[in-house]
């Protein structure tokens, strides 16, 4: 029966993580993590909390992707600078491998090319990383090559790995399934992500309309504007009903959860994009500022947005949503 | 949190599913091709499986499905490409007067549409309101124990096959508009009425409504005198699934079916990346919109009114149903141009027909700009719209 109420254990990570992310990621925490992008002492809270090893089975039963991502919407509501999400999807492989890590280990889901794994987030503070190369799931690390580029976007600890030397985890006839249900991982994860940022971003945009006053009235009265922020909220709202969608469809291993993973993670991109930048617009000339927190959520839509489309490499969403709907059709639509 | 349909859904489905199986294969076209949309033979077919009142409780003769069940009902048809917007808005009355009508209303009325007898089809827009509904002029003025009506009605689709239209009138033009209103069920056989055809770019007919001291008596009154706008809200609260999500699942569908078939060239669409890019962006958009709609169902399961939610959904599925037979013709190039069903246009015709249909699912039932105004003010918080002063 189709239901869309949230569990108590979501609602209690919910409550619990928006209240710890409130004392822990606050603007100015976000901003002196920058450049880099890594907050080290929001880390050793999110790990005494249990992160990232409560999504294996190390400690006791796994937490499903469904509380998985309203951990990960939490944190992108806050913009917290760590490496949440990846550290998940790789604890997640792991235990798929019976394997378990007690280092920051991060996830590439972007396939390597030529024996480097490019813009790998977290790679600039991980342990070790996991990356698909050349039909080989390996990992990389500790004391590898990690190249850090000077100047990024959006922070997210970026780096470039050079996986010679790295040690295969799987490469034999299950591992391009193990990449695949991980890349699926992180495509949930990184849009509940994106919606969170889009969520809190919009909301920005929305409280100074509220506000701000020009030609005798507040400038959210004005449907140019307002209408601008409506069609945003529309796309929010939509990408989190398929995130939570895409999240129960992995955890009860649905055929179709790669297809929705794929699904949630385009359409979280191209939301929280619009919602960012629709929202900065709001704010007028205080939107350029750097001054405005605004400016801190636009750069990071765009950057998991980039991250989101270049996963599992060029094209590879079009063709997970593509295998799904022509099997939906085949099955009559299930 | 569970997105898997119930065993009484999958129940049902079997047997819709069984049922469209066996219609005549050309029914959906020729539905489509006569301009009303509104089959009697389906609607007849549908009344003797009980259908028409599948979701009244089982005392009241109904089948007492749920309101998951319905949306089955709802999305197969459509996926089917059969409309059911006569027995749609017949239903909506009928839902309307078992509220708000007489003891005489819901005896003689109701049974007549959940039978399969009688359509009913709506008057609310003239010529110069739309979105502005409470703006109506049409005017029911006392006569003794009735009433005199006279005006125009615009947009009044499937007069031509009612036998009612349930009519919004002015009865006090000296108060604030809203509150002047009431509503009535008036026989489009009444000395008075004239129906015109009206022809739309999506091939469907709808009417311009005439009323020239047309005479009602006063048990064609719905709700109180004056209380028109109250019955309004209570209709309008049984309008809001979007029916573009329906459109678009059926469009998809077809779609899906042209891209997977070689061309005049042997190359199947499929193999061009902007076919599976246009594909993916529409598949993705259906699943929201399926989605949006699911949560309606679930809060009408729940007895809570979706309100911003049913704005949501509506805005999102017309607008996404444009995008994706706009995208659709793009693709298919120069052959989109060809149109009709059974003939050589791509998806028999289907992405053609929805590229000029789909512009009125972002009109009607509250044009997308009234969606807007709707989320920003409720969703979002946002202050209400004021339109400028002079010399502000």
């Not at chain 1, 090319?113 to 600039?124: E, H, L, S």
């Not at chain 1, 190249?147 to 997210?156: D, E, I, N, R």
């Not at chain 2, 009735?146 to 009865?171: C, N």
């Not at chain 2, 399926?290 to 911003?308: A, E, I, K, N």
Request: hydrophobic letters at 45%; glycine letters at 10%; aromatic letters at 6%.
């Amino acid at each position: 029966m189709i239901d869309f109420s949230l569990s108590t254990e979501q609602l209690d990570l919910r409550a619990g993580l928006t209240a710890l992310f409130a004392d822990h990621s606050t603007p100015a925490r976000v901003r002196a993590a920058e450049p880099l992008g890594f907050d080290p002492a929001l880390w050793a809270v999110l790990t005494d909390f249990g992160f990232p090893h409560l999504a294996g089975s190390r400690d006791g039963a796994p937490a499903g992707l469904a509380e998985l991502v309203v951990a990960a919407q939490a944190a992108g509501a806050c913009l917290a600078s760590v490496p949440l999400v990846e550290t998940l999807v790789a604890t997640r492989l792991l235990d798929r491998l019976g394997r378990t890590g007690t280092d920051l280990v991060t996830f590439a889901p972007r396939p390597a090319i030529g024996g480097i794994a490019r813009t790998v987030p977290w790679a600039a503070v991980a342990d070790r990383v996991i990356a698909w190369d050349e039909g080989r799931l390996v990992v990389s690390g500790p004391g590898h090559d990690v190249t850090t580029p000077k100047q990024t976007l959006a922070g997210l600890a970026l780096g470039h790995v050079d996986l010679t030397g790295a040690t295969p985890l799987a490469d034999g006839p299950d591992a391009p399934e193990l990449f695949d249900e991980a890349l699926a991982d992180w495509r949930v994860l990184t849009a509940a992500g994106l919606v969170g940022i889009g969520t809190a971003g919009l909301h920005l945009g929305v409280e100074y309309a509220k506000t701000r006053h020009q030609f005798g009235q507040p400038i959210g009265a004005f449907q140019a504007l307002a209408h601008q922020l409506a069609d945003a909220a529309t796309l929010v709202d939509g990408a989190e009903l398929l995130v939570l969608e895409a999240a129960w469809a992995a955890d009860t291993g649905s055929a179709r959860r790669l297809g929705l993973a794929a699904m949630a993670c385009t359409f979280a991109g191209r939301a929280a994009r619009r919602a960012t930048d629709r929202s900065l617009h709001a704010h007028g000339g205080y939107g350029y500022t750097l001054e405005y927190d605004i400016q801190l959520y636009f750069r990071r839509a765009k950057a998991l947005g980039l991250l989101s489309d270049a996963a599992g490499g060029d094209g590879a969403a079009t063709e997970a949503v593509v295998a799904l709907a022509l099997a939906d059709t085949d099955e009559g639509r299930p | 949190m569970d997105f898997e349909p119930s065993e009484a859904q999958l129940r049902f489905r079997t047997e819709i599913r069984q049922f469209l199986a066996e219609l005549p294969p050309a029914t959906s076209a020729a539905v489509h091709d006569s301009g009303t949309l509104h089959s009697w033979s389906v609607h007849r077919a549908m009344a003797e499986r009980g259908w028409l009142k599948a979701a009244w409780p089982v005392e009241q003769g109904g089948q007492g499905r749920d309101p998951f069940e319905m949306a089955t009902l709802n999305e197969e048809f459509a996926r089917a490409g059969i409309p059911v917007e006569g027995w749609l808005i017949s239903e909506l009355v009928a839902k309307t007067l078992q509220i708000v009508g007489t003891e005489q209303q819901r005896r003689e009325v109701i049974p007549a549409i959940l039978g399969g007898e009688t359509l009913m089809c709506l008057g609310y827009s003239e010529p110069d309101s739309g979105s502005d509904v409470a703006a109506a002029r049409t005017r029911a003025t006392r006569d003794g124990d009735g009433w005199v009506i006279d005006g125009q009605k615009m947009f009044t689709t499937m007069a031509h096959e009612a036998s009612h239209v349930f009519l919004l009138a002015r009865t006090d033009p000296d108060v604030p508009k809203h509150r002047g209103l009431t509503m009535f069920l008036v026989p489009l056989d009444a000395p008075g009425v004239e129906v015109r055809p009206v022809h739309t770019l999506g091939g469907e007919r709808t009417n311009a409504t005439f009323y020239e001291r047309v005479r009602v008596p006063d048990s064609a009154r719905v709700g109180e005198v004056d209380g028109g706008w109250d019955v309004m809200m209570v209709a309008l609260a049984f309008e809001r699934q979007p029916a573009a999500a329906g459109h678009l699942l059926h469009l998809v569908d077809r779609a899906v079916a042209w891209a997977r078939t070689p061309d005049a060239s042997g190359r199947a669409p499929i193999e061009r990346p902007e076919v599976r890019a246009c594909l993916a962006r529409a598949c993705t958009d259906l699943e929201v919109s399926r989605l949006m709609g699911y949560r309606m169902t679930w809060l009408t399961s729940r007895d809570v009114l979706p309100h911003t939610q049913g704005s949501l959904a509506k805005l999102f599925s017309s607008e996404a149903l444009m995008r994706a037979a706009s995208s659709f013709m793009d693709v298919a190039g120069a052959d989109g141009l060809l149109a009709g069903h059974g003939t050589e246009a791509p998806a028999d015709g289907w992405i053609e027909h929805e590229f000029r249909h789909s512009v009125v699912t972002t009109i009607y039932a509250g044009t997308s700009e009234i969606q807007r105004g709707i989320i920003a003010e409720r969703h979002l918080g946002l202050p209400r719209a004021q339109p400028r002063r002079a010399n502000a």
